[in-house]
């Protein structure tokens, strides 16, 4: 299933892309699924979910400012969640999404609790993908130093070695995964050498300790969640885990052994879940 690609005008003129997958029978009565991916991440990493799991849905996934094919801006404050949360309600408006199921990894998982708070009655359900109200620090620093790194690849077989030695917890397994990964993480610049395909000044915002997001998890506290976790994740730790389950008692949770972070969301437990929750909320 190819996907549609839209290109939008941000509220303050930036171009954004923002990627669309539907049923080619034409079917869509299914709540849509708004696909939020990680801090530099963009829309196309949701393309497996989108075949699994598009059936009778739209399945919809921007690239934030800054990343993907969306535009690059002056000011490196316009990529802060503030501004991806904005955009990401005005994609909604602008190809008429009036209600979803919000699929957040990471970043994006943060986004979706905005949303929970911004626009409440946007949202049907969220999946928050190996992210919850506490950032472990030492993941926080390793995000920090990858995104702001331009290792300039000569090709892609480096650039699929570089990621198998800095993500080994990815429950990646062939080599054709990791290639796969990598060309959805680099691009080709003018010199022929690959670059991320992010803004890296995006790491100075990645830095900072994170407000107190406790708030925006209880932001969710009218809709459905699943947590998806990767035990061996350094982001969302086990702690925080049952600080959630806690909170929320009838909070679905699937918890992946030995994956780290993020989760592709490919993993059998994890298709499994999804397609179960999506299924609760329909």
Avoid: K
């Amino acid at each position: 299933m190819d996907a549609l690609t839209h290109r939008l005008s941000a509220w303050d003129g930036l171009a954004l892309t923002v990627r669309e997958w539907r049923d080619p029978a034409g079917h869509d009565a299914a709540p849509p699924l708004l696909c939020l991916p990680g801090l530099v991440r963009t829309g196309e990493d949701f393309a497996g979910v989108a075949a699994r799991l598009g059936r009778g849905r739209r399945v919809v996934a921007p690239d934030y400012a800054g990343r993907g094919l969306s535009g690059r801006a002056r000011d490196v404050s316009r990529y802060g969640p503030e501004a991806c949360l904005r955009d990401a309600m005005d994609a909604c408006a602008a190809l008429g999404l009036a209600h979803v199921v919000a699929v957040g990894t990471s970043f994006g998982g943060l986004l979706a609790m905005g949303l929970a708070a911004a626009r409440p009655l946007l949202l049907r359900g969220v999946v928050l993908n190996d992210i919850g109200p506490e950032i472990a620090s030492a993941g926080r620093d390793f995000v920090q130093r990858f995104v702001a790194h331009d290792p300039s690849l000569a090709d892609m077989d480096a650039a699929a070695a570089y990621l198998r030695e800095r993500l080994p917890a990815l429950s990646l397994a062939a080599e054709e995964d990791w290639r796969g990964l990598a060309a959805l993480t680099f691009e080709e610049g003018a010199d022929g050498r690959l670059h991320p395909n992010w803004d890296t000044r995006i790491a100075q915002l990645a830095g900072a300790p994170p407000p107190d997001l406790w708030p925006l998890f209880g932001a969710l506290a009218h809709l459905p969640v699943l947590l998806v976790h990767g035990e061996a994740s350094d982001i969302l730790l086990p702690a925080t885990v049952a600080r959630m389950r806690e909170a929320r008692p009838d909070m679905a949770v699937i918890s992946l052994r030995g994956v780290g972070h993020a989760p592709t969301l490919a993993e059998p437990a994890a298709q499994a879940a999804l397609a179960a929750f999506l299924a609760s909320v329909a």
